[in-house]
Nanobody, 123 residues
């Protein structure tokens, strides 16, 4: 069983930066693939980034490549999403999620989800 708690959301102007954190509980947390997803009003939840258990593999949605960076600190049971050059279209609720399989962008591959943190980018 894994419990996830996100933090770090807020309101920022376009071009600004935010760093989201996701703290996981459980001794096996370090073995999970971790992903960040987001959901804007009226839209489906979409994958933003994912990182393998070792941190050696990362994947990104095309819309955030070059602007967002996913990382993890296993001793701290924490996954981060550094978001730079934010745009109004990045506005959404951001969720972290854990998967027992390999790095994936598929929602159905993730069995554990946090409660989400709101990111609002003003123009």
């Amino acid at each position: 069983q894994v419990q996830l708690v996100e933090s770090g959301g807020g309101v920022v102007q376009a071009g600004g930066s935010l760093r989201l954190s996701c703290v996981g509980s459980g001794r096996t947390f370090k073995w999970y693939t971790m992903g960040w997803f987001r959901q804007a009003p009226g839209k489906e939840r979409e994958s933003v980034a994912a990182i393998s258990w070792s941190g050696g593999t990362t994947t990104y949605a095309d819309s955030v490549k070059g602007r967002f960076t996913i990382s993890r600190d296993s001793p701290k049971n924490t996954v981060y999403l550094q978001m730079n050059s934010l745009k109004p279209e990045d506005t959404a609720v951001y969720y972290c999620a854990a998967a027992s399989g390999p790095t994936s962008a598929g929602r159905d591959d993730y069995g554990y989800w946090g409660q989400g943190t709101q990111v609002t980018v003003s123009s």
